[in-house]
């Protein structure tokens, strides 16, 4: 890793000119860094590293400038006045990003997960993963002491919240608050299938909801869009007739009469990265599984008098 020291304007420039000699087609550079720190002086020089004579302005309120002269045209994003994922999803960021220029993105640090390779796993230092079994919950408390030992106590927990094994939700939450009670930490919860490793940024999932009913969700760019909804096993099979060809479709178990969905995870390092974006709506305590149908209590019937 290169580490590159500004003492002025005109040397972060300069930087900036330095890395148009090595940016080629589909360089995506993410900017990080407080006002007034110099983003936009770093694009400026790379614009007129690569040729151009263009005058550079921050596009915090247009979002996007283009730069079309020079050895390769510069796509100048600014994300500070996005306010949440839908946003950014709007900007059709793929047709930049794997166009025919450079793409460079000041404050990318708001929606790191929209950033191919600056994104979900750059700031996960350490992640344990063992089989999904009963028979394996102390691997839990095994991994959490080397984490421990290593980073200290945990300043956020966060916890995915299905849909899915209402069993295995509630212990997960359980366990949640004693490791909170314990630590002082911040508990947090979000929806597990907004967790799902996917090369794109929208896909939905599917499940058996049992009763003969399955449930339905869209997910873009990690968040819920759409759902979960329930529907019979015809009702899901005509939504997802009409769904875009390019829209993957996952679910935790065979599904075999839905022909296009592939078995796939959540992923807790991705939703430990999600933790960390204060932008996302997280539930707060107390925590609950997502249900998919009303909560219900069965009474004993009362005792008939004679």
Request: proline content about 7%; glycine content about 10%; overall charge negative.
């Amino acid at each position: 890793m290169a580490t590159f020291i500004s003492n002025s304007p005109a040397e972060t420039e300069a930087i900036g000119q330095r890395f148009a000699q090595d940016v080629e087609v589909g360089s995506i550079l993410a900017l990080k860094g407080e006002l007034g720190s110099g983003k936009t002086l770093f694009t400026k020089g790379l614009v007129a590293g690569l040729g151009s004579n263009a005058a550079v302005t921050s596009p915090t309120f247009t979002i996007v400038h283009e730069y079309p002269c020079g050895r390769l045209p510069v796509y100048h994003f600014d994300f500070f006045r996005l306010e949440d994922p839908q946003s950014v999803a709007r900007l059709g960021l793929d047709d930049y990003f794997f166009g025919d220029g450079v793409s460079v993105i000041e404050w990318a640090d708001r929606f790191p997960e929209f950033v191919p390779g600056h994104g979900l796993n750059d700031d996960v230092e350490l992640a344990g993963e063992w089989p999904n079994d009963r028979k394996n919950s102390a691997a839990f408390f095994e991994n959490l002491s080397v984490a421990t030992k290593k980073f200290g106590p945990p300043e956020i927990i966060v916890v995915g919240l299905g849909p899915g094994s209402y069993a295995g939700t509630r212990i997960a939450i359980s366990a949640a608050i004693g490791l909170q009670v314990s630590s002082g930490a911040r508990l947090i919860g979000y929806p597990s299938i907004c967790a799902m490793e996917c090369d794109g940024q929208e896909y939905c999932v599917i499940g058996d909801a049992r009763r003969k009913s399955f449930f339905f969700a869209r997910i873009c760019a990690h968040e819920l869009v759409e759902g979960p909804s329930l529907h019979s096993e015809g009702e899901l099979k005509s939504k997802l007739a009409v769904l875009e060809d390019d829209v993957p479709i996952f679910c935790s178990e065979s599904l075999p009469r839905f022909e296009r969905a592939v078995i796939g995870y959540p992923s807790a390092t991705i939703l430990a990265r999600l933790a960390q974006n204060p932008q996302r709506s997280f539930s707060l305590p107390p925590l609950e599984p997502i249900y998919l149908r009303e909560p219900h209590v069965t009474l004993p019937k009362a005792a008939s008098s004679k």
